[in-house]
T-cell receptor, first 112, second 111 residues
Framework: EAQVTQNPRYLITVTGKKLTVTCSQN?????MSWYRQDPGLGLRQIYY???????DKGDVPEGYKVSRKEKRNFPLILESPSPNQTSLYFC???????????FGDGTRLSIL | AQSVSQHNHHVILSEAASLELGCNYS??????LFWYVQYPGQHLQLLLK??????LVKGIKGFEAEFIKSKFSFNLRKPSVQWSDTAEYFC?????????FGKGNQVVVIP
C-alpha cells in the first residue's frame, strides 16, 4: 500500500531535549516536505527536499533541521525543542515538486 | 512572497445546501492549484488540482473548482453537501518553486 509513515504519532517532551521525527515513503517519490499545522495558521512549510542530498528551507525553518540521505527517508530534527514548536507536524511526498502531495498521518508534538 | 487567502474560516450549513469556498492567491506567474481536505483526525487528502486546460476542474466526491486567472482565484464548490463533508478544506498554490497553503476553511454540515 502506498503510504507516508511518520513516527512517533504523539510525543510529549521537555525543552532542550533533542528529538527526531522520522518520515518514510514507499512510492519512490523524489520530492518530500515537512509542514507544521497550527490553529488559524493553516499549514506552513518547514523544509523540503527535491531529491537525495538536496534540501532547502521553507517558510518557517528556524529551530529545525532535516536530512535526505536516502530517497525514502526525510527525518525532521529538533536539536533543542522549545514550547513554540508545540504543533501538529505533517510529512508529505510527491513524484515531483509540482505534483499533488501524499501526506502522512501527522505527529503531534508537545514541548513542555 | 506569494500568499493564499481563504475567507470565511468557519462555515456551518445544513445537508443539501450548496457550498462555495473562496481562494485567492497573490502570485502572478504560472501556478499549479490544489484543494485538499482534512477529515477530523485524519491527514490531508487531495480533492482536485489544476495545472492547465479547462479552468473548471472536477474532483472527487462531487467537488469542483474554477480557475479564474484574471481574478487570481480558484474557488471550490459543491452543489449539495452531506454530513460526511464536515472537514477542513485547504487551498494550495504552487508558483516560483514554492508551495503555499491557505489558512483553511472549517466546514461543519448539520444533518
Amino acid at each position: 500500500e502506498a503510504q507516508v509513515t511518520q513516527n512517533p504519532r504523539y510525543l510529549i517532551t521537555v525543552t532542550g531535549k533533542k528529538l527526531t521525527v522520522t518520515c518514510s515513503q514507499n512510492m519512490n517519490h523524489e520530492y518530500m516536505s515537512w509542514y507544521r499545522q497550527d490553529p488559524g495558521l493553516g499549514l506552513r512549510q518547514i523544509y523540503y527536499s527535491m531529491n537525495v542530498e538536496v534540501t532547502d528551507k521553507g517558510d518557517v525553518p528556524e529551530g529545525y533541521k532535516v536530512s535526505r540521505k536516502e530517497k525514502r527517508n526525510f527525518p525532521l530534527i529538533l536539536e533543542s525543542p522549545s514550547p513554540n514548536q508545540t504543533s501538529l507536524y505533517f510529512c508529505a511526498s510527491s513524484l515531483s515538486e509540482v505534483q499533488p502531495q501524499h501526506f502522512g498521518d501527522g505527529t503531534r508534538l508537545s514541548i513542555l | 512572497a506569494q500568499s493564499v487567502s481563504q475567507h470565511n474560516h468557519h462555515v456551518i450549513l445544513s445537508e443539501a445546501a450548496s457550498l462555495e469556498l473562496g481562494c485567492n492567491y497573490s502570485y502572478g506567474g504560472t501556478v499549479n492549484l490544489f484543494w485538499y481536505v482534512q477529515y477530523p483526525g485524519q491527514h490531508l487528502q487531495l480533492l482536485l488540482k489544476y495545472f492547465s486546460g479547462d479552468p473548471l476542474v472536477k474532483g472527487i466526491k462531487g467537488f469542483e473548482a474554477e480557475f479564474i486567472k484574471s481574478k487570481f482565484s480558484f474557488n471550490l464548490r459543491k452543489p449539495s453537501v452531506q454530513w460526511s463533508d464536515t472537514a477542513e478544506y485547504f487551498c494550495a498554490v504552487r508558483g516560483n518553486n514554492r508551495l503555499a497553503f491557505g489558512k483553511g476553511n472549517q466546514v461543519v454540515v448539520i444533518p
